[in-house]
């Protein structure tokens, strides 16, 4: 829930899907954060 310039404004939601900031660290699970037009991680999904 910290705030993160990075994320302000990107993410949210059409009828068929969401937008998504995908997050890669080497040697780390990639993630997707969805933060609603926020500037936080309100949705966050992990791939692998």
Do not use: I, Q
Request: net charge positive.
């Amino acid at each position: 829930m910290k705030s993160r310039d990075w994320l302000r404004g990107k993410g949210g939601g059409t009828g068929d899907g969401y937008f998504c900031v995908e997050v890669h660290a080497p040697g780390r699970p990639y993630l997707y954060v969805n933060p609603e037009g926020g500037d936080y991680a309100r949705y966050v999904a992990r791939l692998g």
